[in-house]
């Protein structure tokens, strides 16, 4: 099956601090979306990326899709404390999605 | 007014035991979707139905059966639960199609004893 790697798996920053978490597939990609999850809370959805290349932002968040459709990435600017959680990346491939591994973001005040 | 909602939200139960889990959504979706996220945070797809219909099955042990009343409903039933069993189970649903944006419920963590 497809094989989703994500890296860091674990992210401490100082409040303030940029965070990047990296996503990686082993096959070309259709589309990819991005989750956060809070601690103790459930997934939520934050964006979807479907072209080569294609760069979106969500006010201090910036997603990547890599130009070959292999890779994304997820970057956060001057993290805040509600940037804490676990942010998952999700493949689209036969019909499902296929999570990654999930980078655990937390912030030292 | 909660979209997709899940019940019960913990169980802890002995190993051998028959549960139910249950999920609506009222977000008017064809799809629903069973997931399981296992102590490191993995989140693995199980089951997707559409329109009642099952789509996917992931491998998962014939202990865990699925039933779709209807589209708004997706329970979900375990025999004879055992150890590994131990998660936390998310229903979802979404769109038609598994491309699309996915609503997760609150998540009912399981405890096997």
């Avoid at chain 1, 978490?21 to 979807?48: D, M």
């Avoid at chain 1, 404390?81 to 990654?100: P, S």
């Amino acid at each position: 099956g497809q094989q989703v790697m994500q890296i860091p798996q674990y992210q401490h920053v100082q409040e303030g601090e940029d965070f990047t978490t990296y996503c990686n597939s082993s096959t070309t990609l259709s589309n990819i979306q991005w989750y956060k999850q809070r601690p103790g809370g459930h997934p939520v959805f934050l964006i979807q990326l479907v072209k080569s290349g294609e760069v979106k932002k969500q006010k201090r968040l910036t997603f990547q899709f890599g130009e070959a459709k292999k890779n994304s990435s997820l970057h956060i600017t001057a993290t805040q404390t509600t940037d804490v959680g676990t942010y998952f990346c999700a493949l689209f491939g036969n019909e499902k999605l296929t999570f990654g591994t999930g980078t655990r973001l937390t912030i030292i005040p | 007014d909660t979209a997709v909602s899940q019940t019960p939200k913990y169980l802890v139960t002995q190993m051998g035991n028959d549960k139910s889990i249950k999920c609506e959504q009222n977000l008017g979706h064809d799809t629903m979707y069973w997931y399981k996220q296992d102590s490191k945070k993995f989140l693995k797809i199980m089951f997707s139905y559409n329109n009642k219909e099952l789509i996917i099955n992931e491998t998962v042990p014939n202990r865990f059966s699925p039933k779709s009343p209807d589209k708004a409903h997706l329970n979900l039933h375990i025999n004879s639960l055992e150890l590994g069993d131990s998660a936390v189970y998310f229903c979802a649903s979404s769109r038609t199609g598994a491309w699309n944006e996915q609503f997760f419920g609150p998540g009912t963590r399981l405890t096997v004893l």
